[in-house]
């Protein structure tokens, strides 16, 4: 919630002229919705270059059987997000990264006696206040200044007794934030909840990608995946991928082989960022691990 959504802008007239005089000259493909697709992106849709890194993620974010039951929490859309019933309660510590004006998920878990703190650049005070939060502007991220306050500090100043919940939907810096972690800090985290950001970048580098193989050797395991139905979508290498997805992790030791139901269920806690788009289906990563 960094900043704003991300947003498909509306194209000016001329610049549509030149980039179809462009892409024609370079061998573009119009499509049957008169839509035009650069080379690069027909090339990127069937080329199997990306292949590996387009499996490795989905078998990373694939969910897993989570061993508790499953609650969404805070008002239902965009803002809310799927954890583990029996983590919320006054034994857990909440880093929360990402609120702009919407922090009912915050204040959910504070009224079930969860203490924690939210982290935001993009306003100046937490919309809601509640006695067991408090709130720093400043921007989540890897390290310490006047304007930036570092995850792994957070984590390593949570006292040892807590469980912690990690809440990350910062727009792209969720990376950056989780990059920088030590093997240390990632074993303390009990629950990651991310709204990860640009998955159609692996195409440039394999920063998400290795970023997800960082979380899975700590010890992470997916139990909770849905697309955003509010932004773009593509094809790599032939898999249809969502531009961002809602992803729930927890220790591996709760998590167990999934069933239909088990994934039946997990479609049943989906929510509409957009609320005039349908859903995305992503049943090729619900199903992965069936």
């Not at 199997?48 to 499996?55: D, E, L």
């Not at 990373?60 to 954890?83: C, E, W």
């Not at 004006?101 to 993009?122: H, R």
């Not at 159609?200 to 997800?212: A, F, K, M």
């Amino acid at each position: 919630m960094y900043w704003g959504k991300t947003m498909v802008k509306e194209k000016k007239l001329l610049t549509k002229v030149i980039a179809l005089l462009h892409f024609k000259q370079k061998s573009g493909v119009l499509n049957r919705y008169n839509s035009l697709i650069s080379p690069l992106e027909f090339n990127t849709r069937k080329s199997t270059k990306h292949s590996k890194s387009v499996q490795e993620l989905i078998s990373i974010l694939a969910p897993n059987k989570s061993k508790d039951d499953l609650k969404r929490f805070g008002h239902k859309g965009d803002g809310s997000y799927v954890l583990p019933k029996n983590i919320v309660s006054p034994k857990t510590y909440l880093i929360s990264g990402g609120i702009s004006d919407n922090n009912e998920f915050e204040i959910e878990l504070a009224k079930k006696g969860v203490i924690g703190i939210q982290i935001d650049n993009s306003v100046n005070r937490a919309p809601k206040e509640h006695q067991n939060l408090v709130f720093k502007f400043a921007t989540l991220g890897a390290n310490d200044s006047r304007h930036e306050v570092s995850l792994e500090n957070l984590i390593l100043s949570t006292p040892l007794r807590k469980k912690i919940i990690v809440k990350l939907d910062i727009e792209g810096f969720e990376i950056t934030a989780l990059q920088h972690l030590s093997e240390k800090s990632l074993r303390r985290i009990n629950c990651l909840v991310l709204e990860l950001h640009n998955l159609s970048s692996l195409v440039e580098n394999n920063n998400i990608v290795q970023t997800l193989i960082k979380l899975k050797k700590s010890g992470l395991s997916s139990i909770y995946l849905q697309a955003n139905n509010g932004i773009l979508d593509y094809i790599i290498s032939g898999v249809f991928l969502p531009d961002n997805i809602e992803v729930t992790f927890v220790r591996k030791d709760k998590t167990g082989k999934p069933s239909i139901r088990d994934i039946l269920k997990i479609k049943n806690l989906a929510t509409k960022n957009n609320k005039t788009n349908t859903l995305t289906n992503i049943d090729h990563f619900l199903f992965y691990n069936v």
